[in-house]
């Protein structure tokens, strides 16, 4: 059974910074396409990072410069490093696990964790 668990979330005000991991369990993570998720109250899931088998990385705009993707295939484990939080940052995070090597769409994401809650007071 595959298992994604998502840890390090928590409340920080605005300008601090927080690590976000996603250990994976059941199933060996390196050879596939990772992400990180999130959802905000009322508002559709975006995806906010990603990073291929070969390290390839990707961001969305909002988040660009500020967060910072990361994988240790070793002890197939996903990061999002998280700097200069803002109140719109704020959102239940998620990580989740591709079958295929290249980071396409959200459709391609067959695993998900069940979230880890970031908070960012002004």
């Known amino acids: 059974q595959v298992q994604l668990v998502e840890s390090g979330g928590g409340s920080v005000q605005a300008g601090g910074s927080l690590r976000l991991s996603c250990g994976v369990f059941?199933?060996?993570?390196?050879?596939?396409?990772m992400g990180w998720f999130r959802q905000a109250p009322g508002k559709e899931r975006e995806g906010v990072a990603s990073?291929?088998?070969?390290?390839?990385?990707k961001y969305e705009d909002s988040v660009k410069g500020r967060f910072t993707v990361s994988r240790d295939n070793a002890k197939n484990t996903l990061y999002l490093q998280m700097n200069s939080l803002k109140p719109e940052d704020t959102a239940m995070y998620y990580c989740?696990?591709?079958?295929?090597?290249?980071?396409?769409?959200?459709?391609?994401?067959?695993?998900w964790g069940q979230g880890t809650q970031v908070t960012v007071s002004s």
């Open positions: 059941g199933y060996t993570a390196g050879w596939y396409c």
């Open positions: 989740a696990l591709s079958l295929i090597w290249m980071c396409r769409g959200e459709a391609d994401f067959r695993y």
């Open positions: 990073i291929d088998s070969n390290g390839s990385t």
